[in-house]
Nanobody, 124 residues
Framework: QVQLVESGGDWVQAGGSLRVSCVIS????????VAWFRQAPGQEREFVAA???????FYVDSVKGRFFISSDNADHTVHLQMDNLQPDDTAVYYC??????????????????WGQGTQVTVSS
């Protein structure tokens, strides 16, 4: 059974950086595609970034050039490096794992397993 555990959420001032991480356990790490989603209070859940078929990367337009998804195969961990954070980035960040088809890479339902989330708060 695959399990995901996020960590690294914190409070930061605008312009700062954070790295959130997702440890994947229970299955072969390399066989899963991994994505990050976020949900701000009172808003819909939003796709943020994904690593698909090992080497294709996807980002929502609002984070391109600021956020970077990477993986550490030795630790079965996927990271989301977030730079130049802005108050609009405040949200609970979730990782998701699965085998979505290309058209579902950016959809929550395209994945099989989801973590519990980690809070990121950016103050102005």
């Amino acid at each position: 059974q695959v399990q995901l555990v996020e960590s690294g959420g914190d409070w930061v001032q605008a312009g700062g950086s954070l790295r959130v991480s997702c440890v994947i356990s229970g299955e072969t790490f390399r066989s899963y595609d991994v994505a990050w989603f976020r949900q701000a209070p009172g808003q819909e859940r939003e796709f943020v970034a994904a690593r698909w078929r090992r080497n294709r990367l996807f980002y929502v337009d609002s984070v391109k050039g600021r956020f970077f998804i990477s993986s550490d195969n030795a630790d079965h961990t996927v990271h989301l490096q977030m730079d130049n954070l802005q108050p609009d980035d405040t949200a609970v960040y979730y990782c998701a794992a699965g085998k979505p088809i290309l058209s579902s890479v950016r959809t929550w339902g395209g994945y099989r397993v989801w973590g519990q989330g980690t809070q990121v708060t950016v103050s102005s």
